[in-house]
């Protein structure tokens, strides 16, 4: 079993990949699939990827739905979103865990 120690290795990282692409907000299985098939620098990629949970968020004016303030269309409704001033972001979901929103 000559590739035995390649998969083992492959899984390891693909399961660190896939925690950490959970806890940035992003999907477990993808990350994971990501990770294992490109160990080290699916990983890494993992780990610099942006944390959806702190990014600010926006209420679209066409249907009230709440998406992160980088999007550019809603995908409820389709409303080409601009760039809010700061005063109309919403706090992101970390920051209501934190203070208790």
């Known amino acids: 079993m000559a590739g035995g120690g390649y998969l083992i290795i492959a899984f390891c990282f693909g399961l660190a990949?896939?925690?950490?692409g959970k806890i940035k907000g992003g999907s477990f299985v993808i990350w994971?699939?990501?990770?294992?098939?490109?160990p080290v620098f699916g990983l890494l990629a993992a780990i610099f990827?942006?944390?959806?949970?702190?990014?600010?968020?926006?209420?679209?004016?066409?249907c009230g739905k709440v998406v992160p303030a980088h999007d550019a269309l809603c995908t409820r409704c389709g409303t080409e979103l601009y760039l809010p001033p700061d005063d109309q972001l919403l706090p992101s979901k970390f920051a209501e865990r934190v203070h208790g929103g």
């Open 17 to 20: 990949g896939g925690i950490v």
């Open 32 to 38: 994971f699939v990501i990770s294992f098939l490109i």
């Open 49 to 62: 990827m942006r944390n959806e949970a702190t990014e600010p968020r926006r209420e679209c004016p066409g």
